[in-house]
């Protein structure tokens, strides 16, 4: 009888270690227990994130991480926020319009996002005219069907935190102007003077090496549109503007200071950009279909006079 009793302790002994030791194998031995914001998607299908209450609809994101209002930025895999991929973005806020200075011509989406804090709209003219000279009433908001003036396109007033999308006909190369016509916004500057420009099948690639007191590009240029990229080499901020005019440098109408008046008489600005901290570049389409002489040039305060400029001609 003991001797039963031992087998049968030895043989119950064994066999919990066999099972004990069944579990531990198939548990693995670095699982852990993942909280329930961290568990993966079920079979039923993706996991959703929690219902948007009225406050975060507001403002469209493209990151889950907030962004400041002024600063829209591209999430990795996404177009800016309120826009496609396939889109071009626009941003209204007091008082600017955001949108590239050059666009290639053609049927273009627009998404047009307000990001200020009260309403704005967008108009959209086709003109020759400079600015200073749209016509305007006697409180200074244009006069839309003034002489002049072709509206392309037009908005509903937008509200803060809205976006809206367009279609918008920039078929016909040549100068348009993005406006908010809200009465005084023009007045207050809110408007941005866009180029369009032909579609070409190849564009020429154009670089140009900014530094202390250089523009580097090449003297002579095919004419039609190119790609210009602009690189600061330097040590301080930088721009690069270009005007078509048949002026010598030393004929640029300028101010008192020696900086070049951008809209002053016998010069045509063309293409401007951001300025660029050292060590960027920026690339942009740029209009050079016109042979003639041009001008490529910084007009920072201060750099143009010390000779931060570069003549280049454009052949047929």
Aim: charged share 10%; glycine share 10%.
């Amino acid at each position: 009888m003991l001797r039963g009793r031992g087998s049968g302790k030895l043989l119950l002994a064994v066999t919990m270690s066999l099972v004990l030791g069944g579990c531990a194998t198939s548990r693995g031995p670095n699982w852990t227990v993942s909280p329930a914001s961290q568990l993966p998607p079920t079979a039923a299908g993706p996991s959703l994130p929690p219902s948007p209450t009225a406050a975060q609809t507001a403002l469209p994101l493209s990151t889950p991480t907030p962004q400041p209002a002024a600063e829209p930025v591209s999430a990795p895999g996404s177009g800016p926020i309120g826009v496609p991929a396939s889109g071009t973005a626009i941003y209204l806020s007091e008082w600017s319009v955001g949108l590239p200075t050059s666009m290639l011509a053609g049927q273009v989406n627009f998404a047009i996002t307000n990001i200020g804090t009260i309403q704005h709209e967008l108009l959209v003219f086709k003109t020759d005219l400079p600015p200073a000279s749209i016509p305007v009433d006697s409180k200074g908001d244009i006069i839309p069907d003034g002489p002049g003036l072709n509206l392309v396109s037009t908005t509903a007033p937008i509200d803060p935190g809205k976006t809206t999308t367009q279609t918008v006909d920039l078929t016909q190369p040549g100068t348009y102007v993005f406006v908010c016509n809200m009465p005084g916004h023009f007045k207050a500057g809110m408007y941005r003077v866009v180029t369009v420009t032909p579609q070409f099948a190849e564009q020429a690639y154009i670089p140009a090496a900014l530094s202390e007191w250089h523009v580097a590009v090449p003297d002579t240029i095919t004419a039609g549109a190119v790609v210009l990229e602009a690189a600061n080499f330097g040590t301080i901020q930088h721009e690069l503007l270009v005007f078509k005019s048949d002026l010598p440098p030393s004929g640029f109408p300028i101010d008192q200071n020696g900086n070049i008046i951008e809209g002053g008489p016998g010069i045509n600005l063309v293409s401007d950009g951001d300025n660029l901290d050292p060590g960027t570049t920026q690339t942009r389409t740029v209009d050079l279909t016109q042979p003639g002489s041009y001008l490529f040039v910084c007009n920072i305060p201060g750099h143009f006079k010390a000779g931060m400029f570069s003549a280049v001609t454009v052949t047929p």
